[in-house]
């Protein structure tokens, strides 16, 4: 399974963003996915997940009521919809495919990792 991540760039505070994720190999649909994030001098972070036919979504506290996940099966595609984007919101996402077919919060759940896309929201 490959994972390319993109969407990711340069943004104001209070601005939005939409990050994709397209994923190859029959693993996509019958798996949870997730998001993580790594802030400079951080370590990565849980963002948010979902289940493999997306009626079961997680969130970050931090994230919770801005951010939304979603997938499309049909497209092998993960989405994560950022609003009201602020300066702590900076660092490289990652997507993730767990291994099992929810989506959890913990790292070590997921098998696949995709490449990372930079965010950065400017104050």
């Known amino acids: 399974v490959q994972l390319q991540a993109s969407g990711g760039g340069l943004v104001q505070a209070g601005g939005f963003l939409r990050l994709a994720c397209v994923a190859s190999?029959?693993?996509?649909?019958?798996?949870?996915m997730g998001w993580f994030r790594q802030a400079p001098g951080k370590e990565r972070e849980f963002v948010s997940a979902i289940s493999w036919n997306g009626a079961s979504t997680l969130y970050a506290d931090s994230v919770k009521a801005r951010f939304t996940i979603s997938r499309d099966n049909a497209k092998n595609t993960l989405y994560l919809q950022m609003n009201s984007l602020k300066p702590e919101d900076t660092a490289i996402y990652y997507c993730?495919?767990?291994?099992?077919?929810?989506?959890?919060?913990?790292?070590?759940?997921?098998?696949?990792w995709g490449q990372g896309t930079q965010l950065t929201v400017s104050s």
């Open positions: 190999g029959r693993m996509f649909s019958n798996n949870g």
């Open positions: 993730a495919a767990a291994r099992g077919a929810w989506g959890p919060r913990g790292a070590h759940d997921y098998a696949y």
